[in-house]
């Protein structure tokens, strides 16, 4: 019973460190996986291309939520984009690729978003 228990209890810890090496994903490594994807249809076939969605989604989300954050405290965001954005995956990779490989490095996939939502939605001064 107590080698189930050990079992379980390491495959969860794998689990758990397999999840947050995912979402500590740097700009770089999302760049670089995000240039090898073809942009076309089927592209979303690829289990590569699905876990970057969803690496990009809880960026965008975690943006929005510090936008959001700003506003209600009464703080300059750090992004003022419109109710709904146009996405082109193809600006929005010319603008990550367009940083510095080493500045890549150090940044997450947040930090990127951010980054090109304050290019692209600067707010009034």
Known sequence: MKKIGLVVGLVACLAAG???AQSGMTLDDFVTRANRIPLNPTAMLRPD???LKGEAERAFR???NEIETARTAGRTPPAC????INLDVRQLLAFL???PEARRQRMNVTDGIRSW???RYP???
Do not use: F, T
């Open 49 to 51: 291309a699905h876990r």
């Open 18 to 20: 397999s999840a947050l």
């Open 81 to 84: 984009p419109p109710e709904r």
């Open 97 to 99: 690729n367009g940083i």
């Open 117 to 119: 939502m304050r290019s």
């Open 123 to 125: 707010c009034p001064a």
């Open 62 to 64: 975690s943006v929005g």
